[in-house]
Nanobody, 117 residues
Framework: QVHLVESGGGVVQAGGSLRLSCAASGSIARIHVVDWYRQAPGTEREVVASLASDSRAKYAEGVKGRFTISRDNAKNTAYLQMNNLKPEDTGIYHC???????????WGPGTQVTVSS
């Protein structure tokens, strides 16, 4: 079993920055693939950033140039650096992790990000 905990959310003014963390523990040797999702009130959960096992990153169109996804395998922790935040970035951010190519994925409970205008 793998346990994920996100942290780093909060309330920030537009133009500000936050760094989210996703700490993995339990039966996990490394983070193979990680995605960050955002769920705004009344909307579907959407992926905002993905990091493949070969370190190739992909971003949703609305966050390109502002968000950076990364991971530290020594700490089994993934990050999402968010700069120049906008009110539309408000939502609950969840990390989704695949510990290896053959396993299922795991979700964290999420961390709230609120961007005021």
């Amino acid at each position: 079993q793998v346990h994920l905990v996100e942290s780093g959310g909060g309330v920030v003014q537009a133009g500000g920055s936050l760094r989210l963390s996703c700490a993995a523990s339990g039966s996990i040797a490394r983070i193979h693939v990680v995605d960050w999702y955002r769920q705004a009130p009344g909307t579907e959960r959407e992926v905002v950033a993905s990091l493949a096992s070969d370190s190739r990153a992909k971003y949703a169109e609305g966050v390109k140039g502002r968000f950076t996804i990364s991971r530290d395998n020594a700490k089994n922790t993934a990050y999402l650096q968010m700069n120049n935040l906008k009110p539309e970035d408000t939502g609950i951010y969840h990390c989704n992790v695949f510990p290896d190519p053959l396993s299922g994925d795991y979700w964290g409970p999420g961390t709230q990000v609120t961007v005021s205008s």
